[in-house]
Protein backbone atom coordinates (compact mmCIF):
# COMPACT_ATOMS: atom_id res chain seq x y z
CA UNK A 1 0.00 0.00 0.00
CA UNK A 2 1.10 3.35 -0.70
CA UNK A 3 2.43 5.30 2.30
CA UNK A 4 0.36 8.57 2.05
CA UNK A 5 1.24 11.90 2.43
CA UNK A 6 0.32 13.93 5.63
CA UNK A 7 -2.81 15.06 3.94
CA UNK A 8 -3.91 14.46 0.25
CA UNK A 9 -6.22 16.52 -1.98
CA UNK A 10 -8.87 14.39 -3.87
CA UNK A 11 -11.14 16.87 -5.93
CA UNK A 12 -10.60 19.47 -3.88
CA UNK A 13 -10.83 18.02 -0.61
CA UNK A 14 -8.14 17.96 2.00
CA UNK A 15 -7.89 14.26 3.42
CA UNK A 16 -6.29 12.98 5.98
CA UNK A 17 -3.79 10.07 5.47
CA UNK A 18 -5.48 7.76 8.15
CA UNK A 19 -8.54 8.69 6.91
CA UNK A 20 -7.41 7.35 3.02
CA UNK A 21 -5.46 4.40 5.13
CA UNK A 22 -8.98 3.47 6.17
CA UNK A 23 -10.79 3.99 2.77
CA UNK A 24 -8.18 1.41 1.41
CA UNK A 25 -9.12 -0.91 3.57
CA UNK A 26 -13.00 -0.50 2.70
CA UNK A 27 -12.05 -1.16 -0.63
CA UNK A 28 -9.97 -4.12 0.69
CA UNK A 29 -6.32 -3.68 1.25
CA UNK A 30 -5.22 -6.59 3.13
CA UNK A 31 -1.54 -5.68 3.53
CA UNK A 32 0.43 -4.78 6.85
CA UNK A 33 0.09 -1.23 8.19
CA UNK A 34 3.72 -0.75 8.94
CA UNK A 35 4.96 2.34 7.75
CA UNK A 36 1.55 3.12 6.71
CA UNK A 37 0.24 6.62 7.26
CA UNK A 38 3.29 7.75 9.13
CA UNK A 39 2.08 9.77 12.23
CA UNK A 40 -1.00 8.46 12.72
CA UNK A 41 -1.49 6.05 16.18
CA UNK A 42 -2.34 2.61 14.84
CA UNK A 43 -4.35 0.19 17.40
CA UNK A 44 -4.84 -3.46 18.05
CA UNK A 45 -8.15 -4.66 18.49
CA UNK A 46 -10.49 -6.80 20.71
CA UNK A 47 -13.74 -7.39 20.15
CA UNK A 48 -16.41 -9.08 22.60
CA UNK A 49 -19.58 -9.68 24.17
CA UNK A 50 -20.59 -7.47 26.66
CA UNK A 51 -21.19 -9.93 29.10
CA UNK A 52 -17.17 -10.46 29.15
CA UNK A 53 -16.30 -6.27 28.86
CA UNK A 54 -16.14 -5.86 32.42
CA UNK A 55 -13.55 -8.41 32.80
CA UNK A 56 -11.60 -7.92 29.46
CA UNK A 57 -11.80 -3.76 30.94
CA UNK A 58 -10.10 -4.77 34.52
CA UNK A 59 -7.53 -6.87 32.56
CA UNK A 60 -6.37 -3.81 30.56
CA UNK A 61 -6.15 -2.07 33.79
CA UNK A 62 -3.76 -5.13 35.35
CA UNK A 63 -1.74 -5.24 32.44
CA UNK A 64 -0.92 -1.88 30.89
CA UNK A 65 2.13 -2.55 28.93
CA UNK A 66 0.89 -5.31 26.62
CA UNK A 67 -2.86 -3.91 26.89
CA UNK A 68 -3.09 -0.12 26.96
CA UNK A 69 -6.58 0.99 25.99
CA UNK A 70 -6.59 4.15 23.66
CA UNK A 71 -10.32 3.76 22.61
CA UNK A 72 -13.75 1.63 23.48
CA UNK A 73 -17.31 1.94 21.80
CA UNK A 74 -20.45 1.87 22.94
CA UNK A 75 -22.00 -1.65 23.25
CA UNK A 76 -23.38 -2.11 19.57
CA UNK A 77 -22.10 0.58 18.40
CA UNK A 78 -19.27 0.78 15.85
CA UNK A 79 -18.49 3.71 15.64
CA UNK A 80 -15.41 5.64 17.65
CA UNK A 81 -15.60 9.40 17.14
CA UNK A 82 -12.52 10.01 19.59
CA UNK A 83 -10.23 8.16 16.89
CA UNK A 84 -12.13 9.04 13.65
CA UNK A 85 -15.35 10.86 12.67
CA UNK A 86 -15.79 8.07 9.82
CA UNK A 87 -14.73 5.03 11.60
CA UNK A 88 -16.71 2.12 11.29
CA UNK A 89 -15.15 -0.71 13.24
CA UNK A 90 -16.68 -3.18 10.81
CA UNK A 91 -14.55 -2.43 7.65
CA UNK A 92 -11.70 -0.65 8.48
CA UNK A 93 -9.08 -2.81 9.50
CA UNK A 94 -7.04 -4.84 6.66
CA UNK A 95 -7.91 -8.24 7.58
CA UNK A 96 -9.75 -9.47 10.72
CA UNK A 97 -9.68 -12.51 12.83
CA UNK A 98 -13.24 -14.09 14.15
CA UNK A 99 -12.82 -16.59 17.11
CA UNK A 100 -15.13 -19.23 18.38
CA UNK A 101 -14.19 -21.89 21.13
CA UNK A 102 -10.60 -20.32 20.96
CA UNK A 103 -9.90 -21.02 17.76
CA UNK A 104 -9.77 -18.25 14.72
CA UNK A 105 -12.59 -20.07 12.14
CA UNK A 106 -12.49 -17.11 10.01
CA UNK A 107 -9.95 -13.85 8.23
CA UNK A 108 -12.20 -11.65 6.70
CA UNK A 109 -11.51 -8.50 5.67
CA UNK A 110 -14.19 -6.92 6.70
CA UNK A 111 -17.20 -8.40 9.57
CA UNK A 112 -20.11 -6.89 8.66
CA UNK A 113 -21.32 -10.40 8.46
CA UNK A 114 -20.30 -11.14 12.20
CA UNK A 115 -21.19 -8.33 13.65
CA UNK A 116 -23.81 -8.52 16.77
CA UNK A 117 -25.69 -5.58 18.81
CA UNK A 118 -24.19 -6.71 21.83
CA UNK A 119 -20.55 -6.39 20.79
CA UNK A 120 -17.80 -3.66 22.70
CA UNK A 121 -14.68 -2.61 20.96
CA UNK A 122 -11.50 -2.57 22.87
CA UNK A 123 -8.58 -0.70 20.70
CA UNK A 124 -5.41 -1.17 21.85
CA UNK A 125 -2.39 1.01 21.36
CA UNK A 126 0.19 -0.07 18.86
CA UNK A 127 4.13 -0.07 19.05
CA UNK A 128 4.20 1.19 15.09
CA UNK A 129 3.51 4.79 17.05
CA UNK A 130 6.62 4.50 18.47
CA UNK A 131 8.32 3.33 15.24
CA UNK A 132 7.94 6.91 13.70
CA UNK A 133 10.12 7.89 16.75
CA UNK A 134 12.20 5.55 16.58
CA UNK A 135 12.83 6.19 12.67
CA UNK A 136 13.43 10.00 13.27
CA UNK A 137 16.07 9.32 15.07
CA UNK A 138 18.11 6.99 12.25
CA UNK A 139 17.36 3.94 13.88
CA UNK A 140 16.55 1.27 11.51
CA UNK A 141 13.31 -1.19 11.52
CA UNK A 142 14.34 -4.18 10.02
CA UNK A 143 10.77 -5.17 9.37
CA UNK A 144 9.83 -1.90 7.74
CA UNK A 145 13.10 -2.45 5.70
CA UNK A 146 12.03 -5.91 4.51
CA UNK A 147 8.54 -5.03 3.71
CA UNK A 148 7.05 -7.58 6.12
CA UNK A 149 5.10 -8.08 9.47
CA UNK A 150 6.99 -7.17 13.07
CA UNK A 151 7.72 -10.76 14.04
CA UNK A 152 5.95 -11.28 17.25
CA UNK A 153 6.09 -14.34 20.14
CA UNK A 154 4.42 -16.11 22.95
CA UNK A 155 6.47 -16.03 26.18
CA UNK A 156 6.85 -17.50 29.53
CA UNK A 157 5.41 -14.17 31.43
CA UNK A 158 2.45 -14.71 32.89
CA UNK A 159 -0.21 -11.89 32.59
CA UNK A 160 -2.11 -10.42 35.70
CA UNK A 161 -5.60 -12.76 35.66
CA UNK A 162 -8.57 -11.20 35.40
CA UNK A 163 -12.26 -13.65 34.92
CA UNK A 164 -11.79 -15.86 32.29
CA UNK A 165 -8.69 -13.79 30.79
CA UNK A 166 -4.69 -15.03 31.79
CA UNK A 167 -2.18 -16.55 29.79
CA UNK A 168 1.20 -15.42 28.62
CA UNK A 169 2.36 -12.12 27.18
CA UNK A 170 3.29 -11.68 23.79
CA UNK A 171 5.87 -9.53 22.52
CA UNK A 172 7.72 -8.05 19.48
CA UNK A 173 11.17 -7.92 18.66
CA UNK A 174 13.20 -5.42 16.49
CA UNK A 175 16.61 -6.03 16.37
CA UNK A 176 19.40 -3.62 17.57
CA UNK A 177 23.36 -3.21 17.62
CA UNK A 178 24.00 -2.63 21.50
CA UNK A 179 24.13 1.64 21.62
CA UNK A 180 20.69 2.07 19.27
CA UNK A 181 19.13 -0.50 21.80
CA UNK A 182 20.24 1.82 24.42
CA UNK A 183 18.61 4.48 22.54
CA UNK A 184 15.68 2.93 21.63
CA UNK A 185 14.74 2.41 25.29
CA UNK A 186 14.90 5.82 25.92
CA UNK A 187 12.71 6.80 22.94
CA UNK A 188 10.51 3.95 23.44
CA UNK A 189 9.81 5.23 27.23
CA UNK A 190 8.29 8.18 26.61
CA UNK A 191 5.11 6.01 24.82
CA UNK A 192 3.68 4.63 27.60
CA UNK A 193 0.23 4.27 25.65
CA UNK A 194 2.00 2.53 23.23
CA UNK A 195 4.37 -0.06 25.33
CA UNK A 196 6.37 2.28 26.01
CA UNK A 197 10.22 0.91 27.01
CA UNK A 198 11.06 -3.06 26.08
CA UNK A 199 10.43 -5.50 28.51
CA UNK A 200 13.07 -7.51 27.90
CA UNK A 201 16.67 -6.94 25.70
CA UNK A 202 18.86 -10.02 24.86
CA UNK A 203 18.74 -13.96 25.80
CA UNK A 204 15.17 -15.11 24.18
CA UNK A 205 15.01 -18.21 25.73
CA UNK A 206 14.94 -16.53 29.41
CA UNK A 207 11.21 -15.68 28.18
CA UNK A 208 10.40 -18.72 26.34
CA UNK A 209 11.53 -17.94 22.82
CA UNK A 210 13.12 -20.79 21.79
CA UNK A 211 13.94 -19.58 18.36
CA UNK A 212 13.62 -16.02 17.70
CA UNK A 213 13.38 -16.99 13.49
CA UNK A 214 10.70 -18.74 14.27
CA UNK A 215 8.34 -15.83 15.34
CA UNK A 216 4.25 -17.15 16.88
CA UNK A 217 2.93 -14.44 14.53
CA UNK A 218 4.06 -11.70 11.65
CA UNK A 219 7.48 -12.96 9.81
CA UNK A 220 10.89 -13.64 10.92
CA UNK A 221 13.10 -10.83 10.44
CA UNK A 222 17.59 -11.60 10.12
CA UNK A 223 19.41 -10.77 13.11
CA UNK A 224 22.71 -9.67 12.82
CA UNK A 225 26.07 -10.88 14.53
CA UNK A 226 26.43 -7.53 15.99
CA UNK A 227 22.80 -7.14 17.27
CA UNK A 228 20.81 -8.07 19.94
CA UNK A 229 17.12 -9.21 19.80
CA UNK A 230 15.01 -6.04 21.53
CA UNK A 231 11.34 -7.59 23.10
CA UNK A 232 8.46 -5.21 23.56
CA UNK A 233 5.12 -6.07 24.93
CA UNK A 234 2.43 -6.30 21.98
CA UNK A 235 -1.22 -5.53 21.65
CA UNK A 236 -1.53 -9.18 20.51
CA UNK A 237 -1.54 -10.44 23.94
CA UNK A 238 -5.07 -10.68 23.61
CA UNK A 239 -5.00 -13.31 20.80
CA UNK A 240 -3.09 -15.53 23.19
CA UNK A 241 -5.40 -14.60 26.32
CA UNK A 242 -8.32 -15.81 23.76
CA UNK A 243 -7.39 -18.26 22.96
CA UNK A 244 -6.41 -19.63 26.76
CA UNK A 245 -9.98 -19.16 27.78
CA UNK A 246 -11.33 -21.12 24.66
CA UNK A 247 -14.08 -17.57 24.63
CA UNK A 248 -17.32 -18.79 23.20
CA UNK A 249 -17.01 -15.63 20.18
CA UNK A 250 -14.30 -12.86 20.03
CA UNK A 251 -12.79 -10.97 17.11
CA UNK A 252 -9.80 -9.51 16.83
CA UNK A 253 -7.29 -8.33 14.06
CA UNK A 254 -5.03 -10.32 12.28
CA UNK A 255 -1.49 -9.98 13.75
CA UNK A 256 0.39 -6.66 11.87
CA UNK A 257 -2.77 -5.67 10.44
CA UNK A 258 -3.98 -2.73 12.33
CA UNK A 259 -6.90 -0.24 12.66
CA UNK A 260 -4.81 3.38 11.34
CA UNK A 261 -6.72 6.23 13.41
CA UNK A 262 -6.83 10.17 13.42
CA UNK A 263 -4.84 10.59 16.41
CA UNK A 264 -1.33 11.72 16.14
CA UNK A 265 1.42 9.96 17.53
CA UNK A 266 2.87 12.95 19.34
CA UNK A 267 -0.04 13.37 21.28
CA UNK A 268 0.90 9.93 23.04
CA UNK A 269 4.24 11.38 24.17
CA UNK A 270 4.75 11.98 28.08
CA UNK A 271 8.11 14.15 27.52
Given at each position: MTVFAAV????????????????????GMASSTAGVANGFVQGNLAILPEKLAGAFHRFCQL??????????????DPRIPALGLDLDIRTDVP???????????????????HWRDDLVTFVLGCSFSFEEALLDEGLPIRHIEHNVRVPMYRTNIACSPSGPFEGPMVVSMRPFKPADAIRAVQITSRFPSVHGAPV????????????????DYGDP???????IPVFWACGVTPQAVIA????????????????????????????
Open positions: QRTGGEAVLRSVEARRACRNNPKPCPIIGMSDVGRYRVWRDGEVTDEPTDIMNHLGHPHSIGIKDVAKPVPVADDENAKLPFAITHAPGLMLVTDLRNRQLAVL
